[in-house]
Every structure is written in structure tokens, then in C-alpha cells.
T-cell receptor, first 115, second 115 residues
Framework: AQKVTQAQTEISVVEKEDVTLDCVYE???????LFWYKQPPSGELVFLIR??????QNEISGRYSWNFQKSTSSFNFTITASQVVDSAVYFC????????????FGTGTRLTIIP | DTGVSQNPRHKITKRGQNVTFRCDPI?????LYWYRQTLGQGPEFLTY????????KSRLLSDRFSAERPKGSFSTLEIQRTEQGDSAMYLC?????????????FGQGTRLTVV
């Protein structure tokens, strides 16, 4: 069975600080996808990134960066120079299928950026 | 195109009543998914459709739950004889294909409260 663990329930940082959200996953498959979604107060899940299990290169997109380490089954997400608009609940998710039709989500990390 | 649309956004019902939710996916998206999210938890997969065919159902989807996608476009999720434990956010998502570049787009959800 697959499982995603986000041990940090809530994090608060002061604006402009960097923050890292942790994600640890479990799967028996060798082929899988990892995702991060953002859920603002409006409730809609916003896609941030998808990474397949064969690509361990770290990725940077603006202030966002992701660190994928297969050896530790982790897929951590860092926001640099945080902004108030980054306040939301962030979910890490795993799909063992080719695509994303069946996602297993973690319990989420609520991030609050203090002005 | 305005994204995945879900109606109603909120529903309050008395225990024992039946409720039906509607999801309109992004045009031409052939895959449609239903998830349930309870307070403080990540979304949990319920079921998904490819066109009009329901390809997989989670064991979370008890006999009181039924989902349809009659013409491969919009979908409905019905809950019969609602229970207080059914109170949750019901999220719908759609995607095109399911290949390596596929991405699920989520709606804003229907929040169900059973009193």
C-alpha cells in the first residue's frame, strides 16, 4: 500500500523567510509520480509540480524549489523569500499509475506567512 | 473555459436524506475523478471515469454512494440516506488522457454538512 506522510501539521514564518515543507512517501512500485498541490482558503487544489520516479533532478520555479531524494523517499518543497500570498495548506501526493488518476494525499501542512 | 465547476458549493441536509452533487469537467477532458476531504485531512480517492465508463471505485464508496457520467461529460455523485459521517468536502477533478504530461485540475468542491 502506498502512503504519504507530512509530519508538519502547521508552520508559521515571518514574511521573506525561507520555509521547507517535508514529504515522505512509501510505495512498492518502481514507477510512480509525486505531486505538490496548494489549497488556498477558497478550497480549490492548485497543481504545483509533478515529478516521476526516474527523474531525481531538483527543480526550481521562481521562488519554489523541490528536492527529490529516492534514497530517503522524500520529496521536499522549499519556498524562498516567502510572501503572505503563500499562506495555504500544501499537500504532497503520490500516484502509482501512469498518469494521475488515483492520488494518495498526505494530511497537508498549513503554512501561515506572518506579515 | 472556466475550469472544473461543481454545484452546489454548499449543501446542508438532514440525516437520512438523499443528496446529489454535480461536476462539470473541463471541456474535452475524458477523465473525471471524485475525492472526499474531511476536516484536517488530505483528499481521499473515491472513484474515476474515463469517458462514461467508471473504471475504479474505492472501498470508501459504500453502497449508499453512486456516481454516474452518462454522456462522458458532466458527472453526478449521489449519497443516499446520508449519515453524519458523510459530512465532508467532495472534490471533483478532470484530466485529459492520463499520460506523462497529464495533469488533474480540481474544482472548488461541494461542502456537505449532515445535521
Amino acid at each position: 500500500a502506498q502512503k504519504v506522510t507530512q509530519a508538519q501539521t502547521e508552520i508559521s514564518v515571518v514574511e521573506k523567510e525561507d520555509v521547507t515543507l517535508d514529504c515522505v512517501y512509501e510505495t512498492r512500485d518502481t514507477t510512480y509520480y509525486l505531486f505538490w498541490y496548494k489549497q488556498p482558503p477558497s478550497g480549490e487544489l492548485v497543481f504545483l509540480i509533478r515529478r516521476n520516479s526516474f527523474d531525481e533532478q531538483n527543480e526550481i520555479s521562481g521562488r519554489y524549489s523541490w528536492n527529490f531524494q529516492k534514497s530517503t523517499s522524500s520529496f521536499n518543497f522549499t519556498i524562498t523569500a516567502s510572501q503572505v500570498v503563500d499562506s495555504a495548506v500544501y499537500f504532497c501526493a503520490l500516484s502509482e499509475n501512469f498518469g494521475n488518476e488515483k492520488l494518495t494525499f498526505g494530511t497537508g501542512t498549513r503554512l501561515t506567512i506572518i506579515p | 473555459d472556466t475550469g472544473v465547476s461543481q454545484n452546489p458549493r454548499h449543501k446542508i441536509t438532514k440525516r437520512g436524506q438523499n443528496v446529489t452533487f454535480r461536476c462539470d469537467p473541463i471541456s474535452e477532458h475524458n477523465r473525471l475523478y471524485w475525492y472526499r476531504q474531511t476536516l484536517g485531512q488530505g483528499p481521499e480517492f473515491l472513484t474515476y471515469f474515463q469517458n462514461e465508463a467508471q473504471l475504479e471505485k474505492s472501498r470508501l464508496l459504500s453502497d449508499r454512494f453512486s456516481a454516474e457520467r452518462p454522456k462522458g461529460s458532466f458527472s453526478t455523485l449521489e449519497i443516499q440516506r446520508t449519515e453524519q459521517g458523510d459530512s465532508a468536502m467532495y472534490l471533483c477533478a478532470s484530466s485529459l488522457g492520463g499520460g506523462t504530461d497529464s495533469q488533474a485540475f480540481f474544482g472548488q468542491g461541494t461542502r456537505l454538512t449532515v445535521v
